[in-house]
Each structure stands twice: as structure tokens, then as C-alpha cells.
């Protein structure tokens, strides 16, 4: 991987270090530590209820961890600790230099709203008040994520879910985020569906440098998409590497038997 | 004070105690524009939709020297603003009158009447929906938290689908503005023909909410910004035509059946500013020929 290679000289995006959240006696995740880089795509791999989304929604910062320290690097202003940051910070974050992507789009989309304004809808926040160069923008959008041109009035309603879900990455991607959070974002999609998202995500990402930290329950998912890997049980990270190491030679018999696929059906 | 000891209440109805609570309110609304704040609203002996909010506040701010003018969609004698004006006759006794300038304390739905408000009038608004953001953003934790944070991008958004279905803003009532440069406010179902008429205005606007109580404020001399598009600005509604009574060419018309043969014409919504103007002897169109009684019969059957 020379895409990772040439990451590890550059300062990282967002590192964890020992990230730990549990519901009263329950474990969410436990003791998480990794290091995210510039444009890098980790993929979160797991049976359901190993942690995935709780980790997600720590890093995310939409849950306080119980313990632990998330920091990311802050454009104009370097490593900060981001539950130091105040709720409007946060939330600025959110919809500025970080994207998320539902598995539900009706968690990522304001279905109420034609797909224009969901995808102008950042650019207003951030102070866009020009009509023609906020449409513009979102029809530069639609085209990317390959949305006839002629849905832009329309309500995401009327879509299927994978144009649904291309919607929902236009709408997060238009401010040029550079960390992107996926919670199963090709889950309840045909099969021929998701490859076409995966693939679109996959170029759409490469081509912009983003980051993307992507949970699934999927490996074909991750071995489309990830540079790295991180295979959680039980709310730990049993094995960590490149996805290809971790796909072709698991060491860690959680990892060996989730290969084997006999916890994929 | 006769008439409002002989029936049996409180001055103006409402007890001292819930007087007080809702001036405190009052204070905090004026000393932040267009923040909504809560109150423990009564209940009135009206239903919600009949202006309860406006009439608290009303209740809450007048004094038995006030003169107080009563308009629905305008005018003074439809059901609404009579039967508000009559309410207030009989717990507070006050002195009422259908001029603008004369009065003191002015409760409004849907207009704000034509003549310039002066310094130390107050204006009291009937609010059904004080949410501006609510249509689009049902959760109101979250629409705290976007007027905590001025996160107003949502509200562009509106305006954004408008343009996009209509090819141009289409919200011709209830037009968001911006208080102060920090607070987004909805002006209340008034057309957005009344909006520069919050701008700097001398007078006191105060606005309440009866169903969601919640009071909001707009100080006098106070900056009201209606919300726009660089390329798509704020405008008003206009008319190729002057009111058919009064000839006014710069009030607010209202187009009304005039017989059973689809007879039409357009007149002020503002009925006291149109009498006075043809007692000062303007002449519409049809001025001459159509009495009063029957343009104001048409209004109140157009109430939406
Ligand atoms: N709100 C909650 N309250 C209590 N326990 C919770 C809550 N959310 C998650 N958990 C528990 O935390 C553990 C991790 O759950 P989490 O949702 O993070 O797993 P996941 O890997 O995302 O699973 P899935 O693949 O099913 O989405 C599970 O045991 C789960 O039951
Ligand atoms: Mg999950």
C-alpha cells in the first residue's frame, strides 16, 4: 500500500487513545486506541454488539466516552481534544470539516427537503446566501454521486435507497469534509446496489483525499474500501492492520473464524 | 375601574401575581430581540387560535389610562377584534378606539396597520406558531440549539425550496427576519408587506404566543432583517392598482367580492387608514358609489 506508506509521513488527522464506554454494567467499547491519517479509510469490522457504533459515536463526538482521548486536528488551530470543544463547536465540526453518513437515511437526510436543498443545506450553514451558486454547487453534486439532474427538485422520498445513500454522501461531501464517519452505509442495499455505492465511494474518496472511518458488519465492504483494519469483539479490538494482512492472514482466531465467514450469514 | 370591579375580576383579568410573572418575561424578551422566552401561560376564557397569547400580554401591559385599538387582518369590526375589544371593555374598562395613532396599546393578528407607529405605542402581536425553524426541524431540543447557536442555515433552506418550485420566494406571510442580527424570528402570520414596518420602528412590539407560551420581543429603533438571497432579494407584495375607495397606492389590498356576479375590486386591508383617507377626501375608483358597511362585510367573510 504506498497510499498508507506515503500517509505515515504526514502528521496524523485523528488519533484514540484508550477509548472506553460502557452502559451501566454493559460494555460498549473498551481501551480503543488507533491513529487516523490524512485521506486514510480505517474500516470497523464485528458481529453485532461488538462496539462498532459506540466507538463510532465516541470519535464522532455525538457520545462522551467514560474514558480515554480522542484528538483531531483542528483546521487553523492543531491537535485538540474534542471533548474539550463546546456543544457549537462540536456541531460546526460536524457539518464543516467532518461528514457522517447514516446506515438509515432518514438519519442523514431531511426528507422533507428536495434534494438541492439537502445538499445546499451545509453550504447555507456555513453562509452561502447566493441562490445560483448554492444550486450550482449541489447540481456539481448530484452529477458526482450520479444523480440524474432532473431529480434535484425532488424528495428524497421518491428515490431508491442507494441513490438515497449516494444523496447523503453529496450532502455531507459539499463542504469538502476531511473525516467522514459510516455507520453501515451500504447496509439494506441490493447486492449490484451497494457495489456501484462502493465504488463511487471509493473513487469519490480517493479523488478528494478524505478520510473515512467506516463501521460494517460486512468484509466485502471493507476489503473494497479500507486501507486498514480493526476487528473488534466485545467491545475490543482483538487485531488491527492493513486490510489485506488482516483479510489473507488473520491471526487472531476471532478474525479467523469472521474470514471463514461462518458469522457472515 | 367601575366596570372592571362590578364584573367580578382582577383589573384586566389576569391576577397580579401572573401580571407580574408575565411582565419579567416581557423584560427578558425586550433585553434579547427576538429570543422566544416561556412564560407559564393562563388559561383564558378563549380558545387557543383567538389570540390568548396576545391577549396576556395585553393584559399584562395595559393600565386603565390606556387606549386600546383591536385589528384582525386590519380592521377593527370583525369577530375576532370585536370580541377581544369587548373583553378588554369589560375587565379593564379602558377607553378603546379604532384610530392608530390614538391609541396607546394596539393587539394585532395578521397586520400592522398602515399609519406609522410612534414612541410609546405598543404593538401586541396574536402568535399561533412561534417556531419559525418548525416546519422544517420538528424537535425542539434542536431548535433551542439552533437559536443557542445561531445556526440559521436551515431557514435559508426554506427559502432555497421556494426558489427552487416557484422560481422566487413564494412565503408571502409570516417571513422570517432577523432580530438584531442574532435572533430569528417569525413575525407572526402578517403579510410580508408589513416586514419594513418592524425596521426601526419607534413603537414597542411585543409578541405573544398562547398555545406554545412563549413571548417575544422587538425594542424600538431596533434592526429587522428579512431573510434573502444575494440574487433572489427581499421584496414586497405590490399591486398594479390603487385601493377602489380611498386611491391609496401604498397600503396593503385585499381583494373582495364586491356582488354575486363576480364583481371584484381591491381595497385597503386597513380599514381605519382607508376611512380616514376618504374623510379627508380621497376618492377610489369606486369610491363614490360603494358604502363602507359593504367592504367591510366581505372582509371578515375572508378571514383565513
Ligand atoms: N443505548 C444503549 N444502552 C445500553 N446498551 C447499549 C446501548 N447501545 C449499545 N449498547 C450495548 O453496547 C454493546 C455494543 O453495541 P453497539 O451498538 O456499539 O454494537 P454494534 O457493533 O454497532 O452492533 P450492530 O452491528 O448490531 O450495529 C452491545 O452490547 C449493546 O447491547
Ligand atoms: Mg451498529
Known amino acids: ?265 | 375601574m367601575s366596570g372592571a370591579r362590578e364584573s367580578g375580576y382582577n383589573f384586566a383579568y389576569l391576577d397580579e401575581q401572573t401580571k407580574r410573572m408575565i411582565r419579567r418575561t416581557l423584560l427578558k424578551a425586550l433585553a434579547a430581540p427576538g429570543y422566544q422566552a416561556p412564560f407559564g401561560g393562563r388559561e383564558m376564557p378563549l380558545a387557543y387560535g383567538w389570540g390568548t397569547g396576545g391577549i396576556q400580554v395585553t393584559a399584562s401591559v395595559i393600565g386603565p389610562e390606556d387606549v386600546l385599538k383591536v385589528i384582525d387582518q386590519g380592521a377593527d369590526d370583525t369577530t375576532n377584534a370585536v370580541s377581544i375589544r369587548r373583553f378588554f371593555q369589560l375587565v379593564a374598562d379602558v377607553e378603546t378606539t379604532e384610530a392608530t395613532e390614538k391609541a396607546t396599546v394596539i393587539q394585532t393578528r395578521h397586520r400592522i396597520p398602515e399609519a406609522p407607529l410612534e414612541e410609546g405605542q405598543i404593538i401586541v402581536y396574536q402568535v399561533p406558531q412561534p417556531e419559525p425553524l418548525r416546519h422544517l426541524e420538528p424537535r425542539e431540543v434542536e431548535t433551542r440549539k439552533m437559536h443557542a447557536y445561531a445556526e440559521y442555515g436551515l431557514m435559508q433552506v426554506r427559502l432555497y425550496e421556494d426558489i427552487a418550485r416557484y422560481g422566487h420566494i413564494a412565503t408571502t406571510y409570516d417571513y422570517p427576519v432577523m432580530v438584531n442580527g442574532r435572533y430569528l424570528m417569525a413575525p407572526s402570520p402578517i403579510p410580508k408587506f408589513d416586514n419594513p414596518k418592524m425596521q426601526d420602528n419607534p413603537a414597542i412590539q411585543l409578541f405573544g404566543a398562547g398555545r406554545e407560551k412563549r413571548i417575544y420581543a422587538i425594542p424600538p429603533y431596533t434592526s429587522v432583517r428579512s431573510l434573502d438571497f444575494e440574487d433572489h432579494p427581499f421584496r414586497t407584495q405590490s399591486w398594479d392598482q390603487r385601493c377602489a375607495l380611498c386611491d391609496a397606492d401604498d397600503s396593503y389590498l385585499d381583494e373582495v367580492i364586491t356582488d354575486d356576479r363576480g364583481g371584484r375590486m381591491f381595497v385597503c386591508s386597513d380599514t381605519d387608514y382607508c376611512a380616514r383617507r376618504r374623510a379627508n377626501g380621497h376618492v377610489g375608483a369606486q369610491g363614490a358609489i360603494d358604502p363602507v358597511g359593504e367592504k367591510t362585510d366581505a372582509l371578515s367573510g375572508d378571514a383565513q
Open chain 1, 1 to 265: 500500500m504506498s497510499a498508507a506508506a506515503s500517509m505515515r509521513t504526514r502528521a496524523p488527522l485523528m488519533q484514540a487513545r484508550s477509548v472506553t464506554r460502557s452502559y451501566g454494567g454493559n460494555i460498549g467499547c473498551r481501551d480503543v486506541s488507533f491513529t487516523l491519517y490524512p485521506g486514510e479509510v480505517i474500516g470497523i469490522v464485528g458481529e453485532s454488539g461488538s462496539g462498532k457504533s459506540t466507538l463510532l459515536a465516541c470519535l464522532s463526538g455525538r457520545l462522551e466516552p467514560d474514558s480515554g482521548v480522542i484528538s483531531y486536528d483542528m483546521r487553523g488551530r492543531g491537535f485538540v481534544d474534542i471533548q474539550t470543544l463546546s456543544e457549537p463547536e462540536r456541531r460546526m465540526l460536524m457539518r464543516t470539516d467532518w461528514g457522517m453518513v447514516h446506515q438509515n437515511p432518514r438519519d442523514g437526510l431531511r426528507m422533507a427537503v428536495s434534494a438541492g436543498g439537502n445538499v445546499g443545506e451545509r453550504l447555507m450553514a456555513v453562509g452561502a446566501r447566493h441562490y445560483g451558486d448554492i444550486r450550482g454547487e449541489a447540481q456539481n453534486w448530484l452529477a458526482k454521486v450520479e444523480i440524474d439532474l432532473e431529480r434535484i427538485d425532488d424528495k428524497p422520498r421518491t428515490f431508491s435507497g442507494g441513490m438515497q445513500q449516494r444523496l447523503q454522501i453529496a450532502r455531507n461531501l459539499v463542504t469538502t469534509p476531511r473525516l467522514v464517519f459510516m455507520d453501515e452505509p451500504t447496509g439494506g442495499l441490493d447486492v449490484s446496489v451497494q457495489a456501484r455505492l462502493l465504488d463511487l465511494l471509493r473513487g469519490l474518496v480517493r479523488e478528494l483525499g478524505i478520510a473515512v472511518i467506516v463501521v460494517t458488519h460486512d468484509l466485502a465492504v471493507v476489503r473494497l474500501l479500507a486501507d486498514r483494519l480493526m476487528v473488534m469483539r466485545r467491545g475490543e479490538v482483538v487485531e488491527h492492520g492493513l486490510t489485506d494482512q488482516v483479510l489473507d492472514d488473520p491471526h487472531h482466531p476471532y478474525t479467523q473464524l469472521l474470514v471463514s465467514s461462518v458469522l457472515q450469514a
